[in-house]
């Protein structure tokens, strides 16, 4: 038998007290969480309001940037040479493409998809971000935008977007004066970052890569505006809440003659070299013109590897502006400066007569300095010397003032040095010293060295635009004006003029001095290409050698390979009383200066001198 079970007795008091200090827990739990919660959503709808706002806006609402219409280039009588012309480009998102090479394929079933065009796509993807559009084909067609179109729905991600692009309507005529535009890579993206200016490139897909295009593109690029869209929970834009309009780059006017160009351009048609015009009142490039040239239009959307390489490897160097960068020994072209300061040193006066019998030694050496005329020019004194171009006057003038002293001189007339011309493409040429072969090449400097700068030979090396730079300066007497291309602004209202710069002058110890060079300049274009000419012109010509020639061995140009010959010059002004051009021609492995290049002196000069509408140009 089972004892009974005990009947438990309660304490309610102490059941009491525990439940009072539970809810008395409880409540002071929930009060203190309300509390937070309360704490939490004053602090989200009072404090961070606006924050929160704003984020909830740009979550809502789309900013896209709008590309600035980029600006115009026009020439000094308002012909423009850089224009924007509408195009088409079939853009894709890659993060919305499931599987790009079947998406291709399928593509290219309805629009023609070159190989070139694929690949550099393909390529480009791999550094492209994938949220952000990349074009696959520019320029498409009237016809491919409807067939595209109407197939639209069948390929999600890829749209076709309308632009402006760069044209240049004279193509290779202009090319090494405007350069060009072309695609925003890498390199420009980090060097745009470390200036600062990329967040103003945010809508523009290319920028100025060379000559003017690239100079002025502060200038010509503008600014880009904004639109504002709302947009679903799927991106897909409901409405247009702002527009901010770009800010459109500004025209710009340039100092260059465009006809005065194209004649340049068909006297050099088929040969390698450069012809440079320059207003000598104010440095004004009239025309600069190398050759060959190649069509600028090829890079605006981006060349392709084949005929970028051809452009490369052509030996003729096409890419290469000659004008400012091609590097050549200036010969007997730079002799009025050479007789100008021996007369401002006084190692010659202008009644020195000098005896040529065909070549110059220096005393105590047996070596002859063979003149160009082998029989010898007799008695000359400056005049002459420079008319006949007497080497063996200049091998004398030469050992006597020290190549130290020619350098100087010469240094003040841009020879050297990058003139500051508002492109990026230059070179300063070389003009040599005693100090500069021993940096150069640790070796002593010779007499013989400064002998073959007499002549303008040896280390010697002048820029086309250089020659034109320094006869401006002779013919200015001693007033320079650094050779540019800008003239003119132009805004929405109003077109300022670039302002003129002007260096220190050029002063002679007898300012007569320039009267006498430059007499002899007339006399010399008197006597050859200018006889018969409606105007009075100045000029002198040069015929450098690209190799040596053995000293008893006659120069027979027949007998030597085409790019070895010499290479003709001509530095010219005109009118003589007041003049308003000046010139160089620089024509590679064409032999006497005189006889080839002559000719063409005197057709640019009559193509801007016998115009009707010449002296109207300021």
């Avoid at 809502?60 to 280039?73: E, K, T, Y």
Wanted: charged letters at 25%; one cysteine or more; hydrophobic letters at 40%.
């Amino acid at each position: 038998m089972s004892p009974k079970k005990r009947i438990t007795m309660h304490d309610h008091a102490a059941e009491a007290s525990l439940f009072k200090r539970r809810a008395l827990f409880t409540f002071f739990s929930v009060f203190a969480l309300l509390s937070i919660l309360v704490a939490n959503l004053y602090h989200l709808q009072v404090e961070s309001y606006r924050d929160y706002a704003t984020r909830s806006n740009d979550n809502r609402i789309r900013v896209v940037p709008i590309a600035p219409s980029r600006g115009l280039i026009y020439d000094r009588n308002g012909v423009l040479l850089a224009e924007n012309l509408p195009f088409y480009s079939l853009d894709i998102v890659p993060e919305k493409i499931s599987n790009m090479s079947n998406t291709l394929d399928e593509l290219g079933k309805l629009i023609a998809i070159s190989e070139d065009e694929r690949e550099t796509f393909t390529e480009a993807l791999k550094f492209h971000r994938r949220f952000k559009p990349l074009t696959l084909k520019n320029q498409l067609t009237e016809e491919q935008v409807a067939i595209f179109s109407v197939n639209q729905h069948l390929f999600p991600g890829i749209t076709v977007e309308a632009g402006l692009k760069r044209n240049y309507p004279y193509g290779p005529q202009i090319t090494h004066v405007l350069g060009y535009v072309g695609k925003i890579n890498t390199r420009d993206r980090a060097q745009l970052e470390r200036s600062d200016l990329w967040k103003n490139y945010a809508a523009t897909k290319d920028m100025g890569k060379q000559g003017v295009e690239k100079f002025y593109e502060a200038l010509l690029h503008g600014k880009p505006g904004h639109l504002e869209e709302e947009v679903n929970n799927r991106g897909r834009a409901i409405r247009t809440l702002k527009i901010v309009p770009p800010e459109p780059g500004q025209d710009i006017y340039l100092t260059l003659d465009l006809k005065l160009q194209q004649k340049a351009v068909e006297l050099l048609s088929g040969l390698r070299g450069s012809i440079v015009a320059i207003d000598p009142r104010d440095g004004g490039i009239l025309a600069m013109v190398s050759s060959p040239s190649y069509d600028p239009n090829q890079f605006v959307q981006g060349i392709n590897n084949k005929d970028y390489s051809a452009l490369l490897n052509d030996k003729s160097r096409p890419l290469i502006n000659r004008a400012t960068q091609g590097q050549y020994a200036p010969a007997s072209t730079i002799k009025p400066h050479l007789a100008l300061l021996g007369l401002d040193e006084k190692a010659i006066t202008e009644n020195t007569r000098v005896w040529d019998p065909g070549f110059w030694q220096i005393p105590g050496v047996e070596r002859k300095y063979r003149d160009w005329k082998r029989w010898g020019h007799g008695w000359v004194n400056v005049y002459n010397a420079i008319t006949e171009s007497c080497d063996t006057f200049f091998y004398e003038l030469a050992y006597k003032v020290g190549v130290d002293h020619i350098a100087r001189f010469m240094e003040q007339f841009g020879f050297g040095q990058n003139t500051g011309i508002d492109i990026f493409e230059e070179s300063a040429g070389n003009m040599p010293s005693k100090e500069w072969k021993r940096l150069k090449y640790n070796q002593a400097w010779y007499i013989g060295d400064t002998i073959s700068v007499g002549i303008g030979q040896g280390y010697w090396t002048a820029t086309p635009l250089q020659l034109a730079n320094a006869v401006g300066i002779m013919a200015n007497k001693g007033r320079r004006f650094p050779p540019h291309l800008l003239r003119a602004v132009k805004s929405n209202t109003t077109t300022e003029d670039s302002p003129i710069n002007e260096l220190p002058p050029i002063e002679l110890k007898n300012a007569r001095n320039w009267n006498i060079i430059n007499e002899a300049m007339r006399q010399t274009a008197h006597k050859s290409r200018f006889t018969d000419a409606p105007y009075t012109a100045a000029m002198k010509t040069g015929t450098a050698q690209v190799i040596g020639v053995a000293e008893n061995t006659k120069y027979d140009a027949s007998k030597i390979a085409e790019h070895f010959r010499d290479n003709a010059l001509v530095v010219a002004y005109a009118p003589f009383e007041d003049p308003k051009i000046v010139i160089s021609v620089v024509m590679e492995n064409a032999g006497w200066g005189g006889a080839n290049a002559g000719p063409v002196a005197r057709a640019i000069l009559d193509e801007y001198m016998l115009r009707d509408t010449w002296k109207t140009t300021p």
